[in-house]
């Protein structure tokens, strides 16, 4: 397994951090990447099981980037821009949020219809819980999604996260797994990088 930190101190890791996998490039957003988001989030088929299920606008997308890159900002951690290093831009995004107290801190990813099947939201999330336990120290990392949206929850069992409860998360009925610090293990052979 290949782990290579090459920031600059903790605050950088923190505050700065970018992580690279075998495959993927997880960046920092920038106002810039409206229009790529927007192309996802206009999506029906992405946005089917986010929010009301109803793809959004380009000014729903530059308010919802807006607050993407402000939560980064202020918490030192959030949702990075996700891109396959070998091109292609803006492909979705993961990373960590806070939606409740309830929940505590969520994994959350939004990954391009073109991009499923491929192994991508696993990747993106090993590497993002990888980030959260070993570089920010969180004991546990939910994640939260419809009931029926099975490819949501096959990536979390894949990632050893366990079915923790049936719950009502932001008005909807959702189901919400997590794991555990100690009973983390990175994926055997997975390249991570964070600068």
């Known amino acids: 397994m290949a782990a290579v930190l090459t920031n600059k101190g903790a605050h950088a890791r923190a505050r700065h ?6 495959r993927l490039r997880l960046r920092n957003f920038t106002a810039e ?15 089917h099981h986010i929010g009301d299920g109803l793809p959004f606008t380009r000014d729903v997308t530059l308010l919802n ?6 939560a980064f900002e202020r918490r030192g951690y959030g949702r990075w821009a996700l891109e ?4 292609g831009g803006l492909i979705g995004y993961c990373g960590l949020a806070h939606g409740c107290d309830e929940i505590g801190v969520e994994l959350v990813y939004l990954l ?3 991009e499923w099947g491929k192994g991508i939201a696993t990747e993106a999330a090993a590497a993002t819980l990888r980030h959260g336990f070993e570089s920010l120290g969180f004991d546990s990392i939910a994640a939260v999604t419809r009931p ?11 990632l050893g996260m366990g079915f923790e409860r049936e719950a009502v998360y932001h008005g909807y009925g ?3 797994y997590r794991l555990a610090r100690e009973d983390w293990r990175p ?3 997975a390249i991570y990088r964070v600068r």
């Open 17 to 22: 951090a970018e992580v690279e996998t075998a």
């Open 33 to 47: 990447d409206v229009d790529n988001l927007w192309r996802i989030a206009s999506d029906t088929e992405v946005m």
């Open 65 to 70: 980037l807006n607050g993407i890159i402000n």
């Open 84 to 87: 396959k290093k070998d091109g």
């Open 112 to 114: 391009a219809r073109e």
């Open 148 to 158: 029926d949206n099975w490819r949501s929850r096959r990536v979390m069992q894949r």
């Open 174 to 176: 959702c189901v919400c």
């Open 187 to 189: 994926p055997e052979g």
